[in-house]
């Protein structure tokens, strides 16, 4: 989905707002750091200009992640503003199901959301990503009929 300056989009609950910034990823991204300091980046946001009064949703999406199988893994994703760690936007757990000769990975995805008053000034939010243990992957994909939809960040006027 191109980004559309004051495309007004519609929010789960009925409500709405202006579209600031959007950034999506068309492959999925390796997740190997460990730390939020050296968290990967899965999309940027292009650049927003904010007075300091306005609330905004930052919104990540992504259609699945992968985990190992040999770890139960969580990814914890977060909001960067101008590359700083922001806001929490929570944690994508896994669950690693055992069968008789192997275990199964089950793969889960979605929307998350945060509503922020971020200070005065010009910023661009990314979504970043980082592992307790082992590699995961955030599915991105080009989102025609064949392929996963795009992974995504967006801040919306709330």
């Not at 005065?120 to 599915?139: E, K």
Request: glycine share 12%; aromatic share 8%.
């Amino acid at each position: 989905m191109p980004y559309i300056p004051n495309a007004q989009i519609s929010a789960p609950n009925g409500g709405g707002g202006i579209r600031m910034g959007y950034g999506e990823k068309t492959s999925s991204t390796s997740i190997t750091a460990n730390t939020e300091n050296g968290a990967d980046i899965v999309a940027t946001a292009t650049a927003v200009v904010l007075d300091g009064l306005t609330l905004i949703r930052v919104e990540a999406y992504s259609p699945a992640f992968v985990s190992p199988s040999a770890n139960s893994l969580v990814l914890v994703l977060f909001a960067a503003k101008d590359g700083a760690a922001a806001a929490s936007l929570g944690d994508w757990g896994s669950f690693v199901v055992a069968t008789a000769s192997t275990s199964e990975i089950l793969t889960s995805g979605g929307l998350v959301a945060r509503y922020l008053t971020p200070a005065a000034g010009t910023w661009v939010y990314s979504l970043r990503a980082y592992t307790n243990t082992g590699t995961g992957t955030i599915i991105g994909g080009t989102g025609v009929a064949t392929a996963s939809a795009p992974a995504f960040i967006a801040v919306v006027s709330a």
